[in-house]
């Protein structure tokens, strides 16, 4: 609710404040005495209608003050009774951009003082058939101006946006109910986004019309039809998914240098069971290529001969260059950095095609990032005797470089190395967590070993 923060009857000037959560009441300047005998002096004043000269936002550049006028549904050269000035206050308030909202009208200037939320939160699609981006945030933006592609995480801003999905979607035939829900690192209370989602109905790949495919390739290209097809939909990721799920059985023939388009094609179709979103296909498949050479950074921790050997350059000059074997040395070196600690390695192959000779050669590019450090490793659901037993053949000791495939390893290993524990975990299954922290780079590694029946 308004609160009333001064009166003057020679200048006719009045403050209200809202502040959330709680919108409390607040005297400022004088006492609640003097400020109720302020109000009984001047009971005319409320009922009188004032003509702001001019009406100003101070405190949020976000927003212009068209945008905030037409928010708050204010208009300039309007006559306003305090009753209204503190209605159109109210809906700016409610619309949740803002923390908190003060105004003054001292005469002549009826000025705003925002403060603005620091809980707004980006629009992220979640299964809805519309395309995000520029468009839609604009269309959103014509119908609420205080969206600028983000949220609150409550008020009107939020529900009338949910709504004008709904009503969009309503445009294409389908009547459903769209929630908006907050996703992130729920556990650790950090929202990134404000996800909204069909909830009254499961959304699906739809049928998939195909351009481009050979005769040869035809039947794997089907196949892929037909994983795709009823598969769950998701507005961000489908049509990528898509393109990357036809342009690996091209890569897998050797076809390096294929170009896969999915976009959707028309309404999607209401089903008795799913709402199924249709899409179309085109492909340029492009020709063979044979694969030329791979060149790794300077200070890789392989060597070019494992390269080649993993790619069987070493004995087939000719060899196709199959994205099979490509993704599999990709991953090689990521492992390779991965054993060293850099858990948030990157590895980025460029293709260079060489037409006259009907090559593609790659030069990789590796990111490393941080290197992580062991915190501290724990034996959960063992005997005191049998953790001891452990943590002394144990070598990654707190603080060195985490290797993730030192502990995928370890138990097989001291199963090898000692007949004790060999006998000891004979029918025991093993599995670990990781717990990396991104912040500090440290990682907590728990295994467990669990007895089999």
Known sequence: MPCIASSDVGSMLCAVCYSLPTMRLIFCGFSILSAIALLAVNLPVTAQKFQPKSIQFEGDPEYSDQELLDAAGLKKGTVLTSAEMNEHS?????????????????????????????????????????MPGKDLDSKLHDLFPLYHGKVPAEGTL???????LEEMLSAQGIKATVTATPTGALSAHKVSS?????????????????????SALQAKVNSVVDQTVKS????????????????????DEGYAAVKVKASQSGNPVVGAE???????????????????????????????AEIDRSLGL?????????GLSLRSTWLLIASRYKSKGY????????????????????????????VYHLAFVKFDNVSDDLRKLLMRSWQMLPGDPFDEGYVANFINKMQTEDPLLLRVLAHVKVTYNVLADPQTHEVNCIIKLERLP
Do not use: C, W
């Open 90 to 130: 109210k809906r700016l308030m409610d619309s949740g951009a803002f923390d908190t909202l003060t105004f003054k009208f001292d005469g002549q200037d009826l000025i705003y003082s925002l403060v603005p939320s620091t809980t707004l939160y980006p629009l992220r699609l979640e299964n809805l058939p519309l």
């Open 158 to 164: 939020l529900d009338n946006v949910r709504s004008a």
């Open 194 to 214: 404000m996800s909204f989602a069909i909830s009254s109905q499961a959304v699906q790949v739809g049928e998939i019309h195909l351009q481009g495919v050979s």
């Open 232 to 251: 769950t939909y998701d507005t961000e990721n489908t049509a990528i998914n898509i393109e990357h799920a036809f342009a690996a059985v091209y890569a």
């Open 274 to 304: 799913a709402i199924q979103v249709p899409f179309n296909v085109s492909v340029q498949e492009g020709h063979l290529y044979k694969l030329g050479s791979v060149r790794l950074p300077s200070d890789a921790p392989l060597t070019q």
């Open 314 to 322: 070493a004995s087939h000059s000719n060899a196709i260059a199959k």
């Open 343 to 370: 858990l948030d390695v990157v590895v980025t192959p460029h293709p260079e095609f060489d037409e006259s000779a009907g090559s593609v050669s790659y030069t990789v590019e590796v990111n490393p990032g941080s």
